[in-house]
């Protein structure tokens, strides 16, 4: 009997040994769990902020898996949101942060982007935050230039030529011209600071002086500065090619004239000279008359300009010629008086 009651005894403590190592066993052990990313906010509005500022905001990431989780990426769909992580590899129940930095210089209005997490979750392995900001709308000069190049072809050594340039304020602010940076051979005539209203345009003239540049390629540029805060100095490129000046050259045809006072109409008679100048230079002709009084040029100067051919008309005046003229023919003449421009350096 004593044998029996030990037995009992034993069997009970080995039950009571088995069943105490099952149930600390379930309570010590965990569940097997893969990394779960979580964020604290899944979507940001930085709400309206003045342009050119950079709203920030700290998104913490957890890790309620049990194994570690691990961010292989981060990134923005806009370059003006920069996003950074602090740990790529985060514990199971512990966090990281994440910093996101709005840049809105050059925004206005309602920016929504997004920020692309991608990590070892087998759940979500690609995590989406949803960013907005309102930039507030800032009075600015938006400048615009139609032509950025100006080609002056072929121009011969000395010449000098005015290059036109359109300028435009599209913008709701004032445009200021402040500096403008020239080559040796290139002047302009306007003030500065020169101001340009919103919605108006200006013509800058330049003035381009080829008197002392090599003959060749000419490859020079102007470069304006200015206020506007996306575009503050932009460069206009001139081109040409420079030769030889050609001496001027004048012709005159016909080389004379002959009136006919029987023939001509009652009140008198008109003939013309065409006037060439084939040369580079203007030709000045300061003074135009005849040797008598009954002949009459109907122009008493002119300029001549380059490559250019002028009409000039005399008068034969019957009444007065009928009266002076003792002989059957008789000669007369037209006088034409150059001025040739003589330049003193010192």
């Not at 050059?106 to 309102?134: A, F, Q, R």
């Not at 081109?239 to 009136?259: L, N, R, V």
Request: net charge negative.
């Amino acid at each position: 009997m004593h044998k029996k009651i030990i037995i009992f005894f034993i069997i009970i403590v080995i039950i009571i040994v088995a069943g105490f190592m099952v149930i600390s066993g379930n309570f010590s052990s965990k569940p097997e769990r893969p990394p779960q990313i979580s964020i604290s906010e899944e979507e940001w509005d930085f709400g309206k902020v003045k342009p050119g500022t950079q709203p920030q905001h700290k998104f913490i990431i957890t890790n309620k898996g049990n194994e570690d989780l691990i961010i292989e990426r981060v990134w923005a769909s806009c370059g003006c949101v920069q996003v950074s992580i602090f740990d790529n590899r985060i514990l199971p129940g512990k966090s990281a942060d994440l910093q996101a930095i709005f840049n809105t210089a050059g925004y206005v209005g309602m920016l929504e982007k997004i920020i692309y997490i991608k990590s070892n979750d087998p759940e979500e392995p690609e995590k989406k935050i949803k960013v907005k900001v309102d930039v507030e709308h800032q009075f600015k000069p938006k400048i615009n230039t139609p032509a950025t190049e100006w080609n002056m072809g072929l121009i011969s050594q000395g010449d000098i030529l005015n290059l036109s340039f359109t300028i435009e304020n599209q913008g709701d602010a004032d445009l200021i011209i402040d500096k403008i940076d020239t080559y040796e051979h290139i002047q302009y005539d306007n003030a500065l600071p020169l101001k340009i209203l919103p919605k108006e345009k200006f013509e800058l003239i330049f003035i381009y002086n080829s008197t002392n540049h090599k003959l060749g390629d000419v490859k020079e540029a102007v470069r304006i500065y200015c206020n506007d805060p996306i575009t503050e100095s932009f460069v206009i490129r001139i081109s040409g090619y420079i030769k030889e000046k050609e001496a001027p050259e004048i012709s005159i045809s016909p080389t004379g004239a002959i009136f006919d006072l029987v023939a001509d109409s009652e009140a008198g008679a008109i003939d013309k000279f065409v006037l060439k100048n084939s040369g580079d230079d203007t030709i000045k002709i300061t003074s135009i008359r005849t040797s008598i009084p009954y002949i009459v040029p109907l122009r008493s100067k002119l300029d001549l300009n380059s490559k250019s051919e002028e009409e000039l008309n005399i008068i034969l005046l019957k009444d007065k010629a009928t009266g002076q003229i003792k002989e059957d023919r008789t000669e007369e003449y037209l006088y034409l008086t150059f001025a040739i421009p003589i330049k003193i350096s010192k």
